[in-house]
């Protein structure tokens, strides 16, 4: 089956949620933090969250859908790097730092009833941190996020998001960037990452890997 990637949208939040859950919602991360997904409260995070999301212009969130009904199978959010326009018309409006796309990044809202938040706030603490440590000031795109709804899992919808991430990234000659768990580091591997750094988080039970691939096909740009 052929996957074609289309820009998300706002009325494609909730399925874009329920599909998050398919896939990760078995997770011991989300299981301290987004537990029980249908409560109201992370039902409410989710949505405002992805709501910012896709007004955010450093942000470009894919998603495949079924071309019976407009349900989505598959998403990606990637960062870009932001365009001169984009940092200027933010440091104005906040006047912050105009350091790369985290500092574009609206705060999160505040997590959900019941979240174990000094665990969230370590965990995604040390995803910022390590990101900025290896990329510094490199303008790079950065895979946030992928996911895919178990049944169609191993089809390659989850390859046709990162194949249209990577292709913006080539063609710009710049670098790519994501954190990936030991299951899902392989498929990133076939696609010209490695990993640059190894961590172990919730108290040494799992292990994140941070990963980069230069840009291939196109020469690097000064």
């Known amino acids: ?11 494609d939040i909730p ?12 997770h011991p991360i989300n299981r301290r933090i987004f537990n029980p ?15 910012r999301d896709l007004q955010n212009p450093n942000v470009q969130f894919y998603v495949i859908t079924s071309p019976e009904e407009e349900r989505v ?56 941190r390590k990101r900025k440590e290896v990329m510094g000031d ?6 946030e996020m992928l996911g895919v709804r178990k049944e169609f899992q191993r089809r390659g919808a989850g390859k046709a998001l990162l194949r249209w991430g990577l292709k ?3 063609e710009a000659g710049i670098e790519a960037y994501l954190t990936a ?3 899902g580091t392989p498929l990133y591997q076939m696609h010209g990452f490695d990993i640059v750094e190894t961590v172990l988080i919730d108290d040494g039970k ?14 690097s740009r000064p």
């Open 1 to 11: 089956m052929s996957y074609e990637p289309r820009k998300a949208v706002l009325s």
């Open 73 to 128: 199978l598959a998403f990606a959010k990637w960062w870009q790097p932001p365009t001169t326009s984009t940092i200027t018309s933010t440091a104005t409006d906040t006047d912050t730092d105009t350091d790369t796309s985290t500092s574009l990044a609206p705060a999160l809202p505040s997590w959900p009833d019941g979240a174990d938040v000094s665990f969230a706030e370590e965990v995604f603490g040390l995803m910022d």
């Open 168 to 170: 913006q990234a080539d």
């Open 37 to 51: 997904p249908s409560s109201e409260s992370v039902q409410r995070f989710w949505t405002e969250s992805l709501t």
């Open 138 to 143: 490199r303008p790079h795109w950065y895979l």
């Open 15 to 26: 399925s874009i949620i329920e599909a998050y859950f398919d896939a990760f919602g078995e």
């Open 181 to 183: 768990s030991p299951a």
């Open 206 to 219: 799992r292990v994140e890997n941070f990963m980069l691939r230069p840009p291939q096909g196109v020469e």
